[in-house]
């Protein structure tokens, strides 16, 4: 990911973090295991899982065996799903683990709830709030920010009990921190 | 008056009445898929939430605001707000890592969340229920608690097919180790959370949905394996929704009721009510009256599939 404008960045903002995921096109209604390489790709545009994990290594610095144990699904054009059960390949239910990743377009975003998950040894491209800019982020609020690392999608976090919490992630272009926690999870903290 | 009913059954009316009056408490359950009780304890404190620890499962706070949903640890997923009675039928489930469990009446999903916790997130944990709205909530509520090891079905309950989890070309049905029915019911228990729950009552509605509840467990039962365990919950106190579902489902599927220990004071299920007589290990199962430990009211019952 470059950073600096130039870039457009417009590409960002097609795409929220919805809850129920409703894209129209290039739309698959069964879950689809990842494969495990790019030499084993048989669906076009779909990453592998090899992709995914050098993706949160590699942007965030999350370590690759975070997610032993786990297999990579798509349902829905882009959407991908982490799941630490069995399951056949191309399973018809409604859910399968949780959504962790918007695939299919420039940049790669991670959701809310995977950060949380996943995320709390990142390393990299991960923003520091103090509690009043935290409130807001978590409120959905967009807010000024000094960063000096790449711009993109952030991993967010704050100080909670003891240690460095993820809270969700954000979109940092031009000075400004876009909060992208999904309308559902937005909460005013007391 | 629908507790006036109940009376023959409880040994202290006056209390149980008295009971049923009083508001309950706030209550969470620390998600233990994201942090251990004392980081969230920790998190309440520096956040100035009062709370005070069950003693009976220490993963149950009771607080003393009604505004959990707007802390911090709430917003991380830390916390679950649920009825400390219903944490019961998980504990006596008893799900372990690594196995297959179901939950076919799973939404909003706090049960369904806690056995994820108790099953560290490993293993197999399929969570239906036939209505989409209640399954949305069930989604973000499992996604927010950070639990991967679910699968979320949209089925009747009642003829759960196995059918998604048979991979192409075989016939192979895997069955689940456990199963934890928590019935649809006619919600009598819940009246110190809801004052209004007695209002719709009415004995057909009762009957009704005891059949469904029949139907529910005795399918469960089918796709539970030899010597899996079943465990059947309401929040009702209505004989017909429990001990005669029981009794209909022992006569009708390979399974019997199995004694079990629970960290609360409970009293047997009850094996005659207005005339009819239930199979005499109906009395294995608990009944929780909110008296005996200042809990909503509650049934729980375990069964051992034998074939």
């Not at chain 1, 991960?126 to 509690?131: E, I, R, T, W």
């Not at chain 1, 876009?178 to 909460?187: A, D, M, T």
């Not at chain 2, 009056?21 to 969470?28: A, G, I, W």
Request: aromatic residues 8%.
């Amino acid at each position: 990911m470059s950073d600096g404008p130039g870039e457009d960045f417009a590409t960002y903002d097609e795409r929220r973090d919805d809850a129920d995921g409703t894209f129209e096109e290039n739309r698959s209604q069964v879950f689809e295991r990842l494969p495990e390489t790019a030499a084993d790709r048989e669906v076009e545009g779909r990453p592998s899982r090899e992709a995914v994990v050098d993706f949160w290594a590699d942007r965030f610095g999350v370590p690759p065996e975070t997610f032993d144990g786990y297999t990579f699904w798509e349902k829905g054009a882009g959407k991908l799903w982490a799941y630490a059960g069995d399951a056949p390949d191309a399973i018809d239910v409604e859910a399968l683990g949780m959504v962790f990743l918007r695939v299919r377009q420039d940049h790669w975003k991670p959701t809310t709830d995977a950060v949380q998950r996943f995320a709390r040894d990142a390393s990299e491209n991960v923003v520091l709030l103090d509690d009043e800019q935290a409130k807001r982020f978590v409120a959905g609020e967009d807010q000024d920010l000094k960063w000096d690392g790449d711009w993109g999608y952030l991993v967010v976090s704050h100080d909670l009990a003891g240690a460095v919490e993820p809270l969700g992630v954000g979109l940092y272009l031009y000075g400004e921190l876009r909060s992208q926690v999904p309308k559902g999870r937005k909460r005013d903290i007391d | 008056m629908v507790l006036e009913r109940y009376d023959p059954l409880v040994d202290d009316a006056a209390a149980f009445r008295a009971a049923c009056d009083r508001p309950l408490p706030s209550v969470v359950r620390v998600n233990t898929v994201k942090t251990t009780v004392e980081r969230a304890m920790r998190a309440l404190d520096e956040d100035g939430h009062g709370y005070e620890r069950a003693d009976w499962l220490p993963e149950l706070l009771r607080l003393d605001s009604d505004s959990p949903g707007t802390s911090w640890p709430y917003f991380h997923g830390w916390l679950y707000g649920q009825e400390e009675v219903s944490a019961l039928p998980a504990l006596v489930c008893d799900p372990q890592p690594g196995e297959r469990v179901l939950d076919p009446c799973a939404a909003p999903g706090s049960k369904t969340t806690q056995l994820a916790a108790m099953m560290d997130d490993t293993g197999t944990l399929v969570a239906n229920d036939n209505n989409l709205g209640r399954l949305s909530a069930l989604r973000s509520n499992a996604e927010r608690c950070g639990v991967t090891n679910l699968v979320v079905t949209n089925q009747d309950a009642r003829n759960l097919s196995l059918k998604p989890f048979t991979p192409a070309g075989s016939d192979e049905q895997p069955r689940f180790d456990r199963a934890l029915v928590d019935v649809p019911c006619s919600c009598e228990g819940t009246i110190r959370k809801n004052p209004d729950a007695h209002d719709d009552w009415s004995l057909g509605h009762v009957q009704q949905i005891a059949g469904i509840q029949r139907e529910i467990l005795r399918r469960a039962v089918r796709t539970t394996r030899p010597g899996g365990t079943v465990v059947y919950s309401t929040c009702t106190f209505a004989p017909e929704e429990n001990e005669a579902v029981l009794d209909a489902v022992l006569a009708e599927e390979s399974c019997e009721l199995v004694a079990f220990d629970v960290p609360l004071d409970t009293r047997p299920g009850v094996t005659d009510w207005k005339g009819e007589e239930y199979d005499p290990s109906v009395e294995l199962a608990q009944r929780v009256w909110p008296h005996l430990n200042d809990t909503g009211g509650f049934f729980c019952a375990k069964l051992e599939v034998t074939a």
